[in-house]
């Protein structure tokens, strides 16, 4: 993870800092705060502090992941060469705006769909940015989300292309249980009451039901209540769902809704570093 940044700060930086190196002496210490523009929940302050310990520049937490901001409140100080500290700026800002941003939609739309039902688990998906999802899968966790898979080893998902290629709902499944650690959970795509059906016979122990309405959503898991095939399996919605629609969402009687726009599409939130 050290490296990942490192290589962002590089990138960033080219063969030098033209603008500092040409205004600040090279041996000039100074002193800095990030502070926050707005409020929200921040996330990535460990990583940021050992980003700062990686080019020496030593640094003070005075908010943690998952702590909440007002606006000016300091988040971290800084001390440390002058050139280094510009230099690091950017990079830094731009990584705890991401993951903060990320923390803070988690946060909020959890608050909003917990006042509906409150056992819903909220979960991220796997559409995040390549080389950050560990990051961005952290800070879903951090606003009081679920991470659902970080990576492709982590459970079988049986998605509508393995099942195409395989043949059928309860072939794919029946080869999981076969291939797979029986310590990995089993997951399953579904598009329809059928699938859910099929899936939940099969032994399938997470059933997706994926581009469903609520009311459709709602159908499905009466129809499996009235096979008793509900209590074996736990029910997952997911596929366009959006901050207009979400709590519609929560109101069915789904376990998890799992959720790309958390991560894809959340806002930075506001920091900025200042020199003291």
Do not use: C, W
């Not at 991401?98 to 991220?124: C, D, H, P, Y």
């Not at 997911?238 to 959720?259: C, M, Q, R």
Request: avoid cysteine.
């Amino acid at each position: 993870m050290r490296n990942i940044l490192k290589q962002m700060v590089y990138e960033d930086i080219g063969f030098e800092d033209i603008t500092s190196n040409a205004l600040i002496p090279e041996d000039l210490e100074t002193k800095g705060i990030i502070i926050a523009k707005e409020e929200g929940i921040i996330s990535g302050i460990d990583v940021v502090s050992d980003l700062f310990d990686e080019f020496k520049i030593k640094s003070s937490a005075k908010k943690h992941d998952g702590d909440s901001v007002k606006v000016n409140d300091i988040i971290m100080e800084i001390k440390g060469n002058a050139q280094t500290v510009l230099s690091l700026e950017r990079t830094a800002l731009n990584f705890l705006m991401r993951m903060s941003g990320i923390a803070t939609l988690t946060f909020n739309t959890l608050q909003k769909i917990r006042e509906v039902n409150e056992n819903i688990i909220l979960a991220g998906t796997r559409k995040t940015t390549p080389g950050l999802q560990i990051f961005e899968k952290n800070a879903v966790k951090v606003g009081g989300g679920d991470t659902h898979r970080f990576r492709l080893d982590d459970s079988v998902l049986i998605k509508d292309n393995h099942i195409a290629i395989v043949g059928s709902i309860e072939e794919a499944v029946i080869m999981a249980k076969k291939n797979v650690s029986f310590t990995k959970k089993i997951e399953i795509e579904v598009e329809s009451e059928k699938g859910a059906i099929d899936a939940a016979k099969a032994g399938a122990d997470i059933v997706m039901l994926d581009n469903m309405n609520p009311g459709e959503i709602d159908e499905v898991i009466s129809a499996l209540e009235s096979m008793n095939l509900r209590d074996n399996i736990l029910i997952e919605v997911s596929g366009g769902i959006n901050p207009e629609n979400i709590v519609e969402y929560a109101k069915t009687n789904a376990d998890i809704i799992s959720t790309g726009y958390i991560t894809h599409s959340a806002r930075s939130l506001d920091l900025s570093l200042e020199i003291i």
